[in-house]
């Protein structure tokens, strides 16, 4: 069974800079493609990044970087310059056989196959 905890959200000030981290246990982490989700109040989830096993990395927003830790089994999302159109609820998911290839990348939520519970990160004006 994989699980998958987020840490590290929280109440941030526009122009500040977070880090999320997702604690994967897992074996064989390194195989899964990971990716970052976000659920905005009265929206639905929406892809933010993922990043394959090859490291080659996906992602919608400019100003977020994904990233692996594969000895500790986490992945991180460092987000910088934080507006308060970025609050949501941000979700940490992993696919073991999520397709990935150079025209295409997975974006949607059934292409995953474990998710976290979610953190929850808030950015005041």
């Known amino acids: 069974q994989v699980q998958l905890v987020e840490s590290g959200g929280g109440l941030v000030q526009t122009g500040d800079s977070l880090r999320l981290s997702c604690a994967v246990s897992?074996?064989?982490?390194?195989?899964?493609?990971k990716a970052w989700f976000r659920q905005a109040p009265g929206k639905e989830r929406e892809f933010v990044s993922a990043?394959?096993?090859?490291n080659s990395v996906n992602s919608m927003q400019g100003r977020f970087t994904i990233s692996t830790d594969n000895a500790k089994s986490t992945v991180f999302l460092e987000m910088n310059s934080l507006i308060p159109e970025d609050t949501a609820v941000y979700y940490c998911?992993?696919?073991?056989?999520?397709?990935?290839?150079?025209?295409?990348?997975?974006?949607?939520?059934?292409?995953?196959?474990?998710w976290g519970q979610g953190t929850q990160v808030t950015v005041s004006s």
């Open positions: 897992a074996n064989d982490f390194s195989r899964y493609v």
């Open positions: 990043i394959n096993p090859y």
């Open positions: 998911a992993a696919g073991a056989k999520t397709y990935w290839s150079r025209y295409y990348y997975p974006r949607s939520q059934s292409e995953y196959d474990f």
